[in-house]
């Protein structure tokens, strides 16, 4: 079994939004559709980084979801900017358990376990972003990236994932990554970036944390395998 990341899918099969108007995304759907196949078997835990339906209503992402209950693999969603979908947890989880849409899960104000690994995660905020009203958002996400790093199993590696970049050209959300630090966090991954913005992505070890840009765009529509945790 095997844990892989991919964000921004931002499927759109029940909503009049494609993406294959934009530059890189013609056929996406498919290309998606045969990387994940190829390479991911049922008992795999896929972390989807936010953006994943374009359906504005809950009761609207029936189709989308139902092409992801379809595909191999646990998967665990996060909210983005574009989720105007998510509802409180509780409503989700219904939702998902009437639809029949058993491999679905949320990420948010928890963490999940699988092979050995504690996922972590939440929607974050932008970085250039600040006025008042974005300092509330901007701690109430940090507050929850704290609930959910609290949440991982004791002895268990964290990883966090994240749709918001926590670091970029311009300069670093310092609460999130001061909570990275915190909590040991050797692994982060974040989506939200496109087109050009993914060029400008920094990525790589920045003082003691892993980066990785995990944008569906960014990946060519592949889910990125997220290696094991090294021996102790």
């Avoid at 990420?107 to 995660?121: D, I, K, P, R, V």
Wanted: aromatic share 10%; proline share 6%.
């Amino acid at each position: 079994m095997a844990i892989f990341v991919i964000g921004d899918l931002h499927l759109s099969l029940g909503a009049q939004k494609p993406m294959d108007v934009f530059p890189g995304w013609q056929g996406y759907l498919a290309r998606l559709e045969a990387n994940w196949r190829a390479l991911i078997a049922p008992g795999d835990t896929v972390v989807l980084a936010g953006d994943t339906s374009w359906a504005m209503k809950l009761e609207d992402t029936a189709a989308d979801f139902a092409f992801l209950q379809g595909l191999p693999g646990k998967k665990l969603l996060i909210k983005g900017n574009h989720d105007y979908w998510w509802n409180s947890a509780a409503k989700m989880r219904a939702f998902f358990a009437r639809q029949g849409f058993d491999s679905l899960d949320i990420l948010h104000n928890n963490a999940y376990e699988a092979e050995g690994l504690s996922l972590c995660g939440t929607r974050s905020w932008m970085l250039d972003a600040a006025d008042p009203q974005d300092e509330k958002v901007r701690a109430r996400e940090q507050g929850r990236l704290r609930a959910s790093l609290a949440a991982a199993a004791p002895g268990c590696e964290r990883l966090a994932f994240l749709h918001y970049p926590p670091l970029g050209p311009g300069g670093t959300a310092a609460g999130v990554v001061a909570l990275l630090k915190e909590y040991g966090v050797r692994r982060c991954f974040y989506g939200h970036l496109h087109g050009a913005s993914i060029r400008a992505a920094r990525q790589g070890l920045v003082d003691g944390v892993e980066y990785r840009l995990v944008s569906a765009d960014g990946l060519g529509f592949c889910p990125l395998r997220i290696p094991p945790a090294p021996p102790a």
